[in-house]
């Protein structure tokens, strides 16, 4: 087993990756003199976790690889009332059979990036609702919320700037959200010498009023940690695209999507993605960027960075995927691609548009490119006229302008259904048979 010291708060220091500390010297020191038991909280407000989830799930594996043992909790309680911090607005509630599938889906995602088979500090995969639904109302007031302050609780700050905003509020329901993350830590004190957690900043008041509780109700100390929330440096949301959301369900956010997602990281976050979202040491990370400073070119950490981020989520298999559709519309050949590439390509990867086989003998090829959005119809027309259209690799000319049906027939599809074309040097659409 790694001995266990303060190397691990250098290590997240040097990444950037502690906001706030409670009893910074004392937590230093508790963790110098064994393995502790440390928590994330991850409700389930959609079927998967986004990309926002991964630097709270990445430290609790850093944590692990120091030698403690990381419980990951799933909020199958919490999830059914929704956590109002700086959120503009309340929350919609979802029905319980929604949350408790979602609750399946997402324990199946934190499994993946943490060791449950590495003796003491195997990890754990928790649900409160375990002992949230098993507390009654009156004994939860007199029990628990005696101990909250509503003074206090209105003070925080993400709850005053919802009191604070004109004609929006907060409903009790998202009020009481503090006092039940609260009971989480007192509660997993207890059941399981939890005495660390974790979280993005914007946790930071739950974080406290949980240790306060726990000190109340177990007469234990405990300690709170938390991670700065990721912002890009131009101002724009992190994890956002203008095709939306980046998943960590492959079947959400493909491979080859959430490859390019990592790959159009501005320079000037790279360098600090690298030491939040992979495993690099923070001096190897410092020569990347000191190389690159030197070579003067198309900086190499963009690229590093896709590599090490895929490969954690989706593993070398889901890399290769990237990379080979990558490469292949990067050179034009698409014969090395794969139905399941296409497939990626089809969900997020590329504009795509269904062939409607009955309309093709009336629909020139001009329109129908146009249609799709790839180009105007004269634009086309001009791209043909140059032999500047590729069509599964096989150039068409001004000759194919009336052979949609011809051009598209299904015997010339890859896969029995696919058709990748390319006008010019960047710009692709994908047309595919229903």
Not at 309 to 314: A, G, N
Request: proline share 3%.
């Amino acid at each position: 087993m790694m001995v266990v010291n303060n190397e691990l708060i250098a290590d997240l220091q040097a990444r950037g990756l502690i906001a706030q500390m409670s009893s910074d010297e004392e937590l230093a020191k508790h963790l110098s003199e064994g393995p502790r038991t440390l928590y994330c909280g991850f409700d389930p407000t959609a079927d998967s976790l986004h990309i926002g989830s991964l630097v709270p799930l990445l430290t609790l594996k850093r944590f692990q690889l120091a030698g403690h043992k990381p419980l990951a909790l799933v909020g199958g309680a919490t999830g059914l009332i929704g956590d109002p911090s700086f959120k503009a607005q309340e929350r919609q509630l979802n029905t319980p059979d929604v949350v408790a599938g979602w609750v399946d889906k997402i324990r199946a995602q934190v499994s993946q990036f943490v060791d449950f088979d590495c003796g003491e500090h195997s990890a754990e995969v928790v649900n409160n609702l375990d002992w949230i639904g098993q507390i009654n109302v009156l004994d939860f007031l007199r029990d628990v919320g005696k101990h909250f302050a509503v003074n206090a609780m209105i003070q925080k700050e993400s709850v005053k700037q919802r009191i604070e905003r004109e004609g929006e509020g907060i409903s009790f329901t998202e009020f009481t959200y503090m006092i039940l993350q609260s009971y989480d830590f007192a509660e997993l004190n207890r059941r399981n010498g939890c005495t660390l957690q974790i979280g993005g900043s914007d946790q930071w008041g739950n974080i406290t009023g949980g240790i306060d509780l726990t000190r109340r109700l177990n007469r234990s100390q405990v300690f709170g940690l938390t991670l700065p929330l990721v912002t890009k440096a131009d101002g724009t949301k992190f994890g956002k695209t203008e095709a939306g959301t980046i998943w960590l369900d492959p079947a959400k956010t493909s491979p080859y999507a959430f490859y390019q997602f990592w790959l159009n990281t501005a320079d000037a976050d790279v360098y600090r993605f690298l030491k939040f979202f992979t495993f690099l040491s923070p001096t190897e990370i410092d020569e990347i960027e000191a190389s690159d400073k030197a070579a003067q070119g198309r900086p190499a950490a963009q690229g590093i960075l896709a590599r090490e981020v895929t490969r954690l989520i989706h593993g070398d298999e889901g890399l290769a995927a990237a990379e080979r559709i990558t490469e292949a519309l990067f050179s034009g050949n698409d014969e090395s691609l794969s139905a399941e590439d296409y497939a990626q390509l089809q969900l997020d990867g590329l504009p795509s548009s269904a062939l409607e086989v009955s309309s093709l003998e009336q629909t020139p090829l001009t329109q129908m490119l146009a249609d799709a959005g790839l180009a105007s119809g004269k634009q086309v027309k001009d791209a043909l006229a140059r032999n500047a259209v590729l069509i599964n690799g096989q150039s068409a000319g001004i000759d194919d302008m009336m052979k949609s049906a011809e051009v598209f027939a299904a015997d010339r599809a890859r896969f029995g259904r696919y058709f990748l074309v390319k006008l010019g040097k960047k710009k692709y659409q994908l047309f595919f048979i229903r």
